[in-house]
Each structure stands twice: as structure tokens, then as C-alpha cells.
């Protein structure tokens, strides 16, 4: 049964740092692309970026590039969403996300299938 269980979110203030930890479980964690999805009040799911089985990230969500940056551990099972200089529009439920299927290199936000139950990060002025 796949678990994925997020943590690391809070309260921060603008310009501050965040890394989040998403813990897998169930499933060949190396074999899958994992990702960091976040859904703000009133709006859709977004996807903010994703890394491959092979380790190498994918396009992040343009309001996030240069600021966010996703890696794995292979070792630990776990993937990480580093959030440096945190704005009041990052506020949101963070969520981690796997592929539906195995050894994906292409990721778009159709391609995964579990989700997390979230973590709050909220960002104040």
C-alpha cells in the first residue's frame, strides 16, 4: 500500500526558508517519479515541480523557479521541496505525489496517481 506521509510545513515570514520531507513507503521508492504538488485556498492543485527516478528534476512552476528546489534520497525514501525566499502567495496545503507508473522520464501533472495528505505552509507579511 503506498504512504506517503509529508512534514516540515509551518508558519514563516516573508523572505524565510522552508524544506519540506515527504517518507515513502509501500513501493519501490527509486523506481517512480515523485513530485510536490500545492493548492492554495479557493484554487486548483498545481503542480510545483517534480524529479524523475533518475534524479533529475523537472520544469518547476514558473512562480516557484529559482526560489524551489526539489531532490530525492533514494536511501531514505524520501523527497525533499527546499523553499527558499517564501512569499505570502506560497501559502498553501504542499502536497507529495508519486507516478503512476514506474520509470517515467516526462512528467506532467496527469502522470501521478498518490497523493499525500499535505502539509500547511502558510507565509506571513
Known amino acids: 500500500q503506498v504512504e506517503l506521509v509529508e512534514s516540515g510545513g509551518g508558519l514563516v515570514q516573508a523572505g524565510g526558508s522552508l524544506r519540506l520531507s515527504c517518507a515513502a513507503s509501500?513501493?519501490?521508492?527509486?523506481?517512480?517519479?515523485m513530485g510536490w504538488f500545492r493548492q492554495a485556498r479557493g484554487k486548483e492543485r498545481e503542480l510545483v515541480g517534480g524529479?524523475?527516478?533518475?534524479?533529475?528534476?523537472?520544469p518547476y512552476a514558473d512562480s516557484v523557479k529559482g526560489r524551489f528546489t526539489i531532490s530525492r534520497d533514494n536511501v531514505k525514501n524520501t523527497v525533499y521541496l527546499q523553499m527558499n525566499s517564501l512569499k505570502p502567495e506560497d501559502t498553501a496545503v504542499y502536497y507529495c505525489?508519486?507516478?503512476?507508473?514506474?520509470?517515467?522520464?516526462?512528467?506532467?501533472?496527469?502522470?501521478?496517481?498518490?497523493w499525500g495528505q499535505g502539509t500547511q505552509v502558510s507565509v506571513s507579511t
Open positions: 524529479v524523475t527516478w533518475r534524479g533529475v528534476s523537472t
Open positions: 509501500g513501493f519501490i521508492f527509486s523506481n517512480y517519479a
Open positions: 505525489a508519486r507516478s503512476r507508473t514506474q520509470y517515467m522520464g516526462v512528467i506532467r501533472p496527469i502522470d501521478f496517481g498518490s
